[in-house]
Every structure is written in structure tokens, then in C-alpha cells.
Nanobody
Framework: QVQLVESGGGLVQAGGSLRLSCAAS????????MGWYRQAPGKQRELVAA???????NYADSVKGRFTISRDNAKNTVYLQMNSLKPEDTAVYYC?????????WGQGTQVTVSS
């Protein structure tokens, strides 16, 4: 029924950049705040950034000034521009609504930052 498809992850050296994309359904996009989450080995899943329909954003303290979340309502797509990447950013990144819904978790996309 619902598809949230993440893409754009990869292997990058510290200081590098990646741009993640999340394609969502129009129904989800129209009624929900959208967010990017990540989960590193041995850690709980955490919210990285969120954006509402008007473009207001919130960021985890650990990524403020480095990551930018945006959305294209015409394309039903959420983006996460990640700059100045650090090894501690290594994780599987997921998109979901905010607050998250268990049945919306997808496969995620792996981001690995080497030191």
C-alpha cells in the first residue's frame, strides 16, 4: 500500500557530502510532517531532521549547521543534504512521518563515513 523509498546513501570520506532522497505517496505528504531518522549499530533510532508543510524545520543538535532538510510537494519527495560529514554520522537513514509510524519503516539507505 504505502511506499517510502529512500535513496542516495553511500560511502564517503569525512568532510564530504551526500544528498538523500525519499519518495512518498501524495496522501502521506499532504497530511504529515516528514522526517529523516537514522540508526547506528548499538544505538536507538533517532530523529535527525523534520519539516512541515510550510517549510519549518527542526534538527538534532548533532547535525545543526551541517544538514538541511527540504521538500518538493509537487514531487512528493523529501531531501536531506548532508555536508561536512563525520564518522559518527554513519548509520542507516530512513524517512518516515513525524511522529513516526511503525508500519511506515522501509529499507533505509546506508551512509558510511570513513575517518
Amino acid at each position: 500500500q504505502v511506499q517510502l523509498v529512500e535513496s542516495g546513501g553511500g560511502l564517503v570520506q569525512a568532510g564530504g557530502s551526500l544528498r538523500l532522497s525519499c519518495a512518498a505517496s501524495r496522501r502521506i505528504f499532504s497530511i504529515n510532517v516528514m522526517g529523516w531518522y537514522r540508526q547506528a549499530p548499538g544505538k536507538q533510532r533517532e530523529l535527525v531532521a523534520a519539516i512541515n508543510s510550510g517549510g519549518s524545520t527542526n534538527y538534532a543538535d548533532s547535525v545543526k549547521g551541517r544538514f538541511t532538510i527540504s521538500r518538493d510537494n509537487a514531487k512528493n519527495t523529501v531531501y536531506l543534504q548532508m555536508n561536512s560529514l563525520k564518522p559518527e554520522d554513519t548509520a542507516v537513514y530512513y524517512c518516515n512521518v513525524w511522529p513516526w509510524r511503525d508500519d511506515y519503516w522501509g529499507q533505509g539507505t546506508q551512509v558510511t563515513v570513513s575517518s
